[in-house]
């Protein structure tokens, strides 16, 4: 039973935006937290930004006041707005759901390229 599906990323240049997009099988208000992970080749996976029952949000530094994450309620997904890319923001990024239970479900990654 597929739990969730991304959207979104590709190749952008520096500088540019992009949008990625989460979609949970069951209303997003009904999980503990949903978040953004990312990995870029040859590196460990890093925490981009969470947003937590009660809609309080956890960046990570490297992406502080470029990236947003939210929860749009029309459409029930939880989009990584992506501004001002830098080519360290390269990787293969994974939406993450956290349930009430504390259970975690993983997408399957979606790639992020920045490169002129």
């Known amino acids: 039973q597929v739990q969730l599906v991304e959207s979104g990323g590709g190749l952008v240049q520096p500088g540019g935006s992009l949008r990625l997009s989460c979609a949970p099988a069951?209303?997003?208000?009904?999980?503990?937290?949903m978040a953004w992970y990312r990995q870029a080749p040859g590196e460990q996976g890093e925490l981009a930004a969470e947003v937590r029952d009660g809609g309080y949000t956890n960046y990570a530094d490297s992406v502080k006041g470029r990236f947003t994450i939210s929860r749009d309620i029309g459409k029930n997904t939880v989009p990584l707005q992506m501004n001002s890319l830098k080519p360290e923001d390269t990787g293969v990024y994974y939406c993450?759901?956290?349930?009430?239970?504390?259970?975690?479900?993983w997408g399957q990654g979606t790639q992020v390229t920045v490169s002129s």
């Open positions: 993450r759901i956290r349930t009430r239970e504390l259970v975690d479900y």
């Open positions: 069951r209303s997003i208000f009904s999980y503990n937290s």
